[in-house]
T-cell receptor, first 117, second 114 residues
Framework: DVKVTQSSRYLVKRTGEKVFLECVQD?????MFWYRQDPGLGLRLIYF???????EKGDIPEGYSVSREKKERFSLILESASTNQTSMYLC????????????????FGSGTRLTVV | GNSVTQMEGPVTLSEEAFLTINCTYT??????LFWYVQYPGEGLQLLLK?????DKGSNKGFEATYRKETTSFHLEKGSVQVSDSAVYFC?????????????FGPGTSLSVIP
């Protein structure tokens, strides 16, 4: 069963801590994404990557960075956690394919609910 | 600009009722259209998709037809179950220069009561 695995379901961190959220996919997908999901705001794209060592800013990259050293792993980094980064974080991946736009949907992880206190 | 609009929730239905969740979109070009479902405490799962006009996507009793003339992709199910209680997201994929961008709707919460 193919999947996207997020390392933690729940995290509690203190303000100012450096936080790492890890995501691993076993489908050999080129593209990986980090979203945050907040009530009333829906899903917002933070960063994405379409290849190893490549990254692109999404709609709300401020306060975040990412790392993609290997194709299967995409890490989201909160350099100095703040309370307004309390949220549900969702990782996703997909294969690009030959058709544009892609007709492949995303495979999502189960999410990490991060609380910053 | 490109956007997805969904009917507001929450939607509450009795078991075995007919479900329609409306979705309309604005997009340049020819997007691919998707429905995702999110069960409580979980990530999103792809429910169905359609990639060109008049295509019908279907899965687990849910259906949606890509209507280019009305720019719509309404989700339907003939008889809902309690286990269908979840949040449903309509989404489209558009082509940018070097990548494909996905735009999600705000989600519609469905609650099915016995």
């Amino acid at each position: 069963d193919v999947k996207v695995t997020q390392s933690s379901r729940y995290l509690v961190k203190r303000t100012g801590e450096k936080v790492f959220l890890e995501c691993v996919q076993d489908m050999d997908h080129e593209n990986m994404f980090w979203y945050r999901q907040d009530p009333g705001l829906g899903l917002r794209l933070i960063y994405f990557s379409y290849d190893v060592k490549m990254k692109e800013k999404g709609d709300i990259p401020e306060g975040y960075s990412v790392s993609r050293e290997k194709k299967e792993r995409f890490s989201l980094i909160l350099e100095s956690a703040s309370t307004n980064q309390t949220s549900m974080y969702l990782c996703a991946s997909n294969v690009q394919g030959a058709l544009r736009p892609s007709n492949y949907g995303y495979t999502f992880g189960s999410g990490t609910r991060l609380t910053v206190v | 600009g490109n956007s997805v609009t969904q009917m507001e929730g929450p939607v509450t239905l009795s078991e075995e009722a007919f479900l329609t969740i409306n979705c309309t979109y604005t997009a340049t070009g020819y997007p691919s259209l998707f429905w995702y479902v999110q069960y409580p405490g979980e990530g999103l799962q792809l429910l169905l998709k359609a990639t060109k006009a008049d295509d019908k996507g279907s899965n687990k009793g849910f259906e949606a037809t890509y209507r280019k003339e009305t720019t719509s992709f309404h989700l339907e199910k003939g008889s809902v179950q309690v286990s269908d209680s979840a949040v449903y997201f309509c989404a489209l994929t558009i082509m940018k220069t070097s990548y494909d961008k996905v735009i999600f709707g705000p989600g519609t919460s469905l609650s099915v009561i016995p």
